[in-house]
């Protein structure tokens, strides 16, 4: 039998101290994942790997240490003590220096590991048909994308007598769908396996790809009224929840290190929340890298921001409390949800009288972070509506702005939510459509 992570954990943070560590905190993550990768509408390849990671804190006269490792056993994570010891006395004091908190009551999270997915990885293939065989049926000719199940153990232990350990699993899928020269994508990322969402997937990317059919035209550049899907709305929340990160803050990288708490930031409608209890979202986990408990809190209600988001360092330096969201240097979002409004996509769309939809994006940059300028190129199927009806597929766009304006200029928002994770949308983000007015759009590369 496989020894548990938190005691792995617990060797390590021993270790330190007796090589004369003051304190000490170790996280051991061990990990199976199946990956299904398709292309040209077939299954590729298969791939299995198991994986050890291994984080170990470490401080002593205010020096703080961190350093994280993929040892190829348990055996060789002791290496990263032993790494530690050399370089410790080089390093000077932390301005953000602040003791590991001591142990409070953390209640277990329930629905984190779902045994379905468990079962699949022996066999993921039939879900990978399952998907081709979808899209397939409405028409598309050639598809691409994966499908990712994991199950995780993580393990923590810290100086001051924490100990936890959780098990956890994960699906992660997309597709991009194409015919002709458009092409339309999707995304899921959950604990808990669905089939039926995995072929709505594909579902939602073959429609797209079939609404963007035809000429694509260019929009002149200009302010627009934009309708953005769960896929943009989920990259742009990335980016909000990342700057309400304290530390984020005190560096001058957020939108929100000129203002307050309590001040308003965004239109009444919208509410932007740290969501690490709703056990079937990707990223949900009872306890911090601190071992403190987590709980699901607004980040920005109704317009307002509330929250900023603190590990111990940062509570101690700005006069606050350890909201569980500790990262042991940059606290920082687990999953986020925002909540849903009235509307449906076609009452949104019926709302614009010139503007563009835009369903995917990528290669989002921020120009300002104070300001929160930035830009992020419209992929896929994307589309001009004027009059309330849409004219046309469009090509060649980006919203280039600023993203307190995207936030204010929020109108209204979808009543669906969608549960969307892959390689543009990291933590994962529960969302909904959004109609934001006036809009900055240029094309790319002017």
Do not use: C
Not at 3 to 32: C, T
Not at 378 to 392: L, S, T, W
């Amino acid at each position: 039998m496989a020894e548990r992570v938190s005691d792995l954990a617990g060797a390590l943070v021993a270790e330190a101290l007796r090589r004369g560590f003051e304190e000490a905190a170790a996280l051991v993550w061990r990990s199976k994942s199946v990956m299904v990768k398709m292309f040209n509408s077939e299954i590729s390849v298969v791939q299995r790997w198991s994986s050890l990671t291994v984080s170990l804190y470490l401080a002593k006269e205010g020096r703080i240490m961190v350093s994280t490792i993929h040892p190829s056993s348990i055996e060789k994570a002791g290496a990263i003590v032993e790494r530690a010891v050399k370089v410790a006395s080089q390093l000077k004091p932390s301005m953000l220096y602040a003791p590991l908190p001591e142990p409070a009551k953390v209640e277990p999270l329930p629905g984190l590991a779902d045994k379905s997915v468990i079962d699949a990885m022996s066999e993921p293939e039939p879900l990978a048909e399952a998907m081709l065989s979808e899209a397939d049926s409405l028409g598309v000719e050639r598809a691409a994308g994966a499908i990712t199940l994991s199950l995780s153990e993580k393990g923590l232990a810290t100086s001051k007598g924490v100990k936890l350990e959780e098990e956890a699993t994960g699906v992660e899928a997309y597709l991009r769908a194409f015919i002709g020269e458009a092409s339309g994508q999707w995304a899921v990322g959950s604990r808990r396996l669905r089939p039926e969402e995995l072929r709505r997937v594909a579902r939602t990317a073959a429609e797209l790809a079939s609404q963007a059919k035809g000429e694509a035209k260019h929009v002149e550049p200009g302010t627009y009224d934009v309708v953005l899907s769960p896929m943009v709305v989920g990259n742009l929340m990335n980016l909000v929840g990342m700057m309400a990160g304290a530390l984020a803050v005190m560096m001058g990288n957020s939108i929100f290190a000129r203002v307050q708490p309590g001040s308003k930031v965004a239109a009444e409608k919208f509410t932007l929340v740290d969501d690490p209890r709703t056990p079937e979202l990707l990223g949900s986990t009872a306890f911090d890298d601190e071992g403190l408990p987590t709980a699901s809190k607004p980040i920005i209600e109704g317009g307002v921001l509330r929250t900023l988001l603190h590990n111990s360092k940062t509570a101690a330096k700005m006069q606050a409390k350890s909201t569980g969201n500790a990262g042991w240097i940059y606290p920082h979002a687990w999953t986020l949800s925002v909540k849903p409004g009235d509307a449906t996509l076609d009452e949104m769309i019926r709302e614009v009288k010139r503007g563009v939809v835009i369903t995917n994006n990528w290669y989002t940059r921020l120009q300002n972070y104070v300001e929160g300028i930035f830009s992020t190129i419209a992929r896929d199927a994307a589309f001009y509506v004027e009059n309330g009806e849409i004219k046309h597929p469009v090509t060649r766009i980006r919203i280039a702005d600023r993203l307190p304006k995207l936030l204010s200029n929020i109108e209204l928002l979808g009543k669906e939510l969608y549960d969307i994770s892959w390689w543009e949308v990291s933590p994962a983000v529960r969302a909904p459509y959004i109609l934001a007015r006036q809009i900055n759009i240029s094309r790319p590369f002017e």
